[in-house]
Each structure stands twice: as C-alpha cells, then as structure tokens.
C-alpha cells in the first residue's frame, strides 16, 4: 500500500492539472490549484479544494485532509449561490450538494477504509460535471467522466480491490468509445492513439491482476484525459 501510494503521489497534480483546460476566457488562481479557466471562480474553488483533499489522503497525510472538507463545504455554500443565479439545473445543483455532504461524512469511515476521503473527493469532482456541461455545453459530456475514472482506478488499485477496479475498467472503456469519434474528428488523432493504448493497458492490468502497474497507468491516463479536453 505505501509503495502504491507513492506511484499515486503525481495523480493529485493531475487532478488539478485538467481544471486548467476545461474553458477559456477569464483566468484566476485558485487556492491549491493551477491557474484555471472558464468556470466560475466559485466553482473552481470546490474542485480544487476537493483536488486537495484528494492530494493529502493518496500521499497519506490524512490529519492534514482532515480540515479539507469543510473548506470544500465553505467554497460550495458560494459557488452555490453563483450556479444557481446563473440558472444551472437543479438536479446538478442538488447533485454536487450531496456530494459535498458525502464528503464530510467520509471522515467517520478513516477507520473502515483509509481511501474513504479520497474517493469522497473524486465524488465531488465528478459530480461537478453536470454544472461543467452547463458552461460548457458543446464538451462531451463523457470526456468529463475520462479522468475521474482514470482516479478510480487508481484508488482500487491503491486498495486492492479487482472487482471495483473491473468495473471502472469497463465503465472507462465505454466513456472513451462514446467520445473516440469525435476526438479524432477534432484532429487530435495522437490523443486517441495515447488514450486507446491507456484503456488497453487498464484492461491488461486489471486482467493481469497486477495492482502496482494499475495505479501507474491509471495515473498516465489522467494525464492523458487532460490532453483531450484540450483537444475539444
């Protein structure tokens, strides 16, 4: 587990890395994070702030992320109040809520599963994506499941567990078929031809039963999910 969780220590960078290259327009540096573009600064703040959580609980400074969820809930009670001024749907409002929420209960399961935070944070992460959708309608909304699957990944195989690790494999084959296509027709035909390599080593990896070698692709693969939101 610490060895694994070592090769995961570069997978929080890449958390934050794909904020950047998820819009254009105005630019705003963000506590715990890279310059990042498109979003409001509100909204931006909660996936970063859960990008941290996530960062301390796979490097194993769990103490330290002890205090990141109610930073996540601080910069979501604001961007709350943005989105739904703006008129993002209710249904992707309500979702982040409860991932927010989620996430501050995670703190009670350290005991029962030391990636409980940290999967807790992705969740938040991932249930921005509605509200990425909503300002950014015309990105796929499968390319924004590419990189929080990549985590999942990685979090099973920091865990040990094949059989979650099967199913995110399988979940992560069809997001990226549901995209391929258009990938490609957006010239960004060396990214097709990295990520398809990188859902083909996940299935090797998974098959293979080899844990170590699945947290260091799923840690290449979001890497290469960020190149193809800036591709899009």
Do not use: K
Request: charged share 20%; aromatic share 4%.
């Amino acid at each position: 587990m610490d060895e694994m969780r070592r090769q995961a220590t570069s997978l929080p960078l890449v958390t934050l890395g794909i904020l950047g290259v998820l819009g254009c327009g105005t630019t705003v540096q963000t506590a715990g994070g890279p310059v990042l573009r498109g979003m409001p600064p509100p909204l931006q703040e909660v996936r970063a702030e859960a990008a941290a959580v996530y960062e301390q609980v796979v490097m194993g400074n769990d103490e330290v992320a002890f205090a990141g969820p109610g930073r996540v809930e601080q910069a979501w009670r604001e961007a709350r109040r943005r989105v739904e001024s703006d008129g993002a749907p209710a249904e992707a409002v309500g979702a982040v809520g409860a991932a927010v929420t989620a996430l501050r209960w995670s703190v009670t399961r350290r005991d029962d599963d030391p990636l409980a935070m940290a999967r807790a944070a992705n969740g938040v992460i991932g249930a921005t994506a509605a509200l990425v959708s909503f300002y950014r309608p015309g990105l796929p909304p499968d390319t924004l499941h590419l990189d929080y699957l990549q985590r999942e990944l990685a979090l099973d195989g920091l865990a040990g567990d094949l059989a979650s690790a099967a199913a995110h494999a399988r979940e992560l084959e069809r997001a990226w078929l549901a995209v391929r296509a258009q990938v490609l027709a957006a010239g960004g035909r060396q990214q097709v031809a990295a990520f398809d390599a990188s859902v083909g080593a996940v299935r090797e990896a998974v098959a293979g039963r080899d844990l170590e070698r699945l947290v260091r692709i799923a840690n290449r693969g979001a890497a290469l999910a960020a190149d193809i939101h800036g591709v899009l």
